[in-house]
T-cell receptor, first 113, second 113 residues
Framework: SQTIHQWPATLVQPVGSPLSLECTVE??????LYWYRQAAGRGLQLLFY??????ISSEVPQNLSASRPQDRQFILSSKKLLLSDSGFYLC????????????FGSGTRLTVV | GENVEQHPSTLSVQEGDSAVIKCTYS??????FPWYKQELGKRPQLIID?????GEKKDQRIAVTLNKTAKHFSLHITETQPEDSAVYFC????????????FGSGTKLNVKP
């Protein structure tokens, strides 16, 4: 079966510290993968998407970066976190047709203090 | 790029009443419109979707309508129940352009018992 895993579930980090969030999918190959951020009480903002290994497209310029070192692995990183980076981060995988659509990971709640 | 606007931001209804959430989109190339329900602290879950070759779709108490000419689509929930309380997001996507979803800002629905 096809599943998506995201970790950690919660994270509290000090300002200026690095960040690494990981997302992996199982049961599919060459998936399109996405990172979204949801600030408190706000909508879903697309941060990065990837259509293949080493292929990253950035939607919003900021101090975050993404990498796709393996076909089914998508990583969100930062060298130095800002207070404004706090939020709920969601990884998503695009299912192929005929079941086209997103499946979201369980999310990571990041609090920068 | 695509811009999706969603209204209202909050909606409070009495149990048993109907709820309607409306979205507009800007890119006429968008051809797939899903709706997601997000309960507090959880991942968004797909509840219904509609493609641009269809004007209306129903699934039990929920329905979605699409007006391509006006570029708007709506979610209708009938006979609301307390468990319908959640944040609802609309999204627009072009299935043939990197499959990115652009989300509305969300509607917090509160169903009062």
């Amino acid at each position: 079966s096809q599943t998506i895993h995201q970790w950690p579930a919660t994270l509290v980090q000090p300002v200026g510290s690095p960040l690494s969030l990981e997302c992996t999918v199982e049961g599919t190959s060459n998936p399109n993968l996405y990172w979204y951020r949801q600030a408190a009480g706000r909508g879903l903002q697309l941060l990065f998407y990837s259509v293949g290994i080493g292929q990253i497209s950035s939607e919003v310029p900021q101090n975050l970066s993404a990498s796709r070192p393996q076909d089914r692995q998508f990583i969100l990183s930062s060298k130095k976190l800002l207070l404004s980076d706090s939020g709920f981060y969601l990884c998503a995988w695009m299912r192929d047709r005929p079941n086209y659509g997103y499946t979201f990971g369980s999310g990571t709640r990041l609090t920068v203090v | 790029g695509e811009n999706v606007e969603q209204h209202p931001s909050t909606l409070s209804v009495q149990e048993g009443d109907s709820a309607v959430i409306k979205c507009t989109y800007s890119d006429s190339a968008s051809n797939y419109f899903p709706w997601y329900k997000q309960e507090l602290g959880k991942r968004p879950q797909l509840i219904i979707d509609i493609r641009s070759n269809v004007g209306e779709k129903k699934d039990q108490r929920i329905a979605v309508t699409l007006n391509k000419t006006a570029k708007h689509f709506s979610l209708h929930i009938t006979e609301t129940q307390p468990e319908d309380s959640a944040v609802y997001f609309c999204a627009a996507s072009n299935q043939y352009n990197f499959n990115k979803f652009y989300f509305g800002s969300g509607t917090k629905l509160n169903v009062k018992p």
